[in-house]
């Protein structure tokens, strides 16, 4: 019966470039969500707006206060919240720490961990501590003076200028001469006042997706990126310029050095719901990129793609991922 179905919000949008991803996202959980356990209900999250939109097209506005809905049928309470907002305000936190301070579950990690992983520079940081190899980086503000040859003595040429906190490959640049650094850090700092520079890394690029599936963490089949592009920028995410191969064609002995170096990350910053962590192989070693902790769910994104290669569907990922919520 209706009643005891559970009221799911599904949260997309933010307020970032990577908006129109979201939406996709938040309309594939909706798609697949099992309509005999949930009733979905759409968020739109905007800057000045969180609204659902109803069945004769009216929009009403969510009550911030406890993150309610009062429809024509009654005021609805959420039993959890699907979180699918790809950056600002749904990856980095802020969301996480509004629903922590509610005491409504939702679907991906803590506040404090959205807002580490968030922060490449200081996940990579707290990373490489723990042992886990990462390319060498160069970090610029933007008030700091541009040394260029101080930064190509320390990373080398070709490397990468990326904004600190930004998804979807968007402000990133590879560079190859000592010319183009400066206009690769205007662009950068379009995204962001925070940039990092880090050495290229020539190898196979895999990335990894690590679940909680039920109750326990599970490493999904890897996926090898092989862009048409210079690097897996957004062109090649969204726009179908790159092959994205599942599982990789990569050794047995690789496979299992990955896998247990994306499940000790997992672990370590002790993570929830999803992540899909980005390395490349030098010879043997995988070498971390970074860690998404609210990953593409569009029928094209890979993480979708791995739990399909582990046999695992969209609405069982997607119902795992509310029991995981509501059982924490």
Not at 54 to 79: A, H, Y
Request: proline share 5%; hydrophobic share 35%.
């Amino acid at each position: 019966p209706e009643s005891l179905k559970k009221h799911i919000a599904i949260v997309m949008g933010g307020y970032s470039r990577e908006h129109p991803i979201s939406l996709q996202s938040g309309n594939v959980v909706k798609k697949y969500l099992d309509t005999e356990k949930y009733i979905a209900y759409p968020v739109i999250i905007e800057r000045n707006s969180w609204y659902h939109t109803t069945k004769t097209g009216k929009n009403v506005e969510i009550d911030r206060r406890d993150f309610s809905l009062l429809l024509p049928e009654g005021k609805i309470r959420f039993d959890c919240v699907f979180n699918t907002v790809h950056g600002t305000p749904g990856e980095d936190g802020l969301l996480q720490a509004y629903f922590e301070l509610l005491g409504i579950p939702q679907t991906t990690c803590d506040s404090y961990q959205a807002a580490l992983a968030f922060n490449k520079r200081d996940s990579l940081s707290v990373l490489k501590a723990h042992g886990i190899p990462c390319a060498t980086s160069y970090y610029l503000n933007a008030e700091d003076t541009i040394k260029t040859e101080e930064i190509i003595d320390k990373v080398g040429l070709p490397c990468f200028v990326k904004p600190n906190r930004a998804g979807s490959s968007f402000g990133i640049s590879k560079v190859h001469t000592a010319d183009a650094i400066k206009q690769a850090i205007a662009d950068a700092f379009e995204e962001d006042d925070e940039i990092l520079i880090e050495s290229f890394l020539e190898g196979t690029e895999v990335s990894v997706g690590v679940i909680m599936y039920q109750g326990k963490p599970l490493v999904l089949p890897i996926t090898e990126i092989v862009s048409e592009n210079e690097f897996f920028d957004y062109e090649a995410k969204y726009e179908g310029k790159s092959q994205e191969i599942t599982p990789a064609r990569i050794s047995e002995a690789q496979r299992l050095q990955v896998s247990q170096m994306a499940l000790k990350i997992f672990t370590l910053l002790k993570m929830s719901g999803y992540t899909r962590s980005e390395f490349i192989f030098q010879k043997e070693v995988p070498y971390l990129l970074e860690v998404n902790t609210n990953p593409g769910l569009t029928e094209k994104s890979i993480l979708p793609q791995q739990a399909n290669a582990a046999g695992i569907s969209l609405p069982e990922l997607f119902a795992s991922a509310i029991e995981t919520a509501i059982n924490r």
